[in-house]
Nanobody
Framework: QVHLVESGGGLVQPGGSLRLSCAAS????????MGWYRQAPRKQRELVAI???????RTADFVKGRFAISRDDAETTVDLKIDNLKAEDSAVYYC?????????WGTGTLVTVSS
């Protein structure tokens, strides 16, 4: 079992920046993927970015230029830095952990972009 705890969400003005963090604990071993999905009201959950154990990334098209994902294997954490936030970035952001065919989700952290 893997437990995920997200932090860093909140209310941000348009154009601002935010860093989301997720810490994993439990049955952690090598060769896992971590990342972020998001779900806006009345929309399906969508991929934001995933980073694998080699540092390779898979990202949504909207990520380019504004989002940066990073991981720290010593701490078993994954961070998502978002710059130049837009109203359409408002969503619940979920931490994602995948290893050996099993996927785990955090409970989500709310990001609201509004003036």
């Amino acid at each position: 079992q893997v437990h995920l705890v997200e932090s860093g969400g909140g209310l941000v003005q348009p154009g601002g920046s935010l860093r989301l963090s997720c810490a994993a604990s439990g049955d952690i071993a090598d060769n896992y993927d971590m990342g972020w999905y998001r779900q806006a009201p009345r929309k399906q959950r969508e991929l934001v970015a995933i980073i694998d154990s080699t540092g390779g990334t898979r990202t949504a098209d909207f990520v380019k230029g504004r989002f940066a994902i990073s991981r720290d294997d010593a701490e078993t954490t994954v961070d998502l830095k978002i710059d130049n936030l837009k109203a359409e970035d408002s969503a619940v952001y979920y931490c994602y952990f995948h290893r050996r065919g099993l996927t785990y989700w955090g409970t989500g952290t709310l990001v609201t972009v509004s003036s």
